[in-house]
Structure formats: C-alpha cells, structure tokens
C-alpha cells in the first residue's frame, strides 16, 4: 500500500514539474515576443468567417465549416480576433496563412483582421460571387454547395503553400 502511495506522489509531483515548466517555458516566449503558437506544427491555413444573421453570412459560415470538417484548413474565431481575446490573437498573427470568408460587402472578417494588422493571403466575398444579403432567411443550400465545389484549396510541392481557385 505505501509503494502504491509513494507511486502516485512521485506522478503527481512529475505532472506538477512538467505544467510548471510548460508555464515558465510559455512566460518567457511570450516575454521576449516569441508567440508559444510558432512552436506547434500544424501547417493548414486558419480560416475566419463571417457568421452574422443573414442568409448571405449563415452561408459563409457553413462553407467554413465544411472547409474545416474537410480537414482543409483549421477555422478559428473571428469574434475572439474582434474582441481582443489573447490567445486567439496570438494564433491570428502566428504567422500561418489566413483565409477569410464574408457573406456581403461590409466585411466584417476582414475588418476585425484589419483591427489587428493581419491582411487575409485569400480573401472571398460571397457578394461578389452573386450570394444575395437576405434577413430572416435561410440561405440556399444548393447554391452554398455549388459555392463549396468551386473553392478548392490544395496544397501545391510543400504543406505550407495553399491556393484557392474560384
């Protein structure tokens, strides 16, 4: 019973030294400008999309989200970038390609990057792809799949080098 006890002191305390030196190794990248988010290795592009009440934006919103199941690009949060959430700003400007997705000319994706200096590498309106702005609508479901077939964005030689033809 005692080794049972001194085994699970000895986890707990290797668990403890592990998180704390996670923490400092954090606070120092993090002190010297060096964002934690570099380090990972994940190389798909980010995709921020609008998600506003309108037909025109629910349908941004579900081509990001197909995008995303796809295991294309990784979505994030374009409120959280909007509202000056730190860790999803960080991820923002790690460094890795960004695409944006708005459903009308407002832009609003594309604003709240702006906010932070981040210029989208691809940048979609659906407006300008003839999606119309309706409220208190559905948007079409035919007409967001058709939408979805022609963005095709693949990697070309390198994981790090994406394009999107429309």
Known sequence: MKQLQLWHNIKIYTIWRIQFLFSLLNNRL????????????NNKPLLYSCSGCSSAAQMANYIAIQLDRMNVVEMSCIAGVGGDVKHLVRLATSGRKIIAIDGCPLACS???LGNHSIKPDI???????????K????????VANEILTKIKIRSKESSTKYTCAI
Do not use: E, Q, W
Request: charge should be positive; glycine fraction near 2%; charged fraction near 30%.
């Open 30 to 41: 993090t002190k010297n400008n060096i964002s934690i988010m570099k380090i990972k290795t």
């Open 135 to 142: 409220k208190h609508v559905d948007f079409d479901m035919r």
């Open 123 to 133: 940048y979609i309106d659906l407006s300008s792809m003839g999606v119309p702005k």
């Open 110 to 112: 594309k604003a709240c």
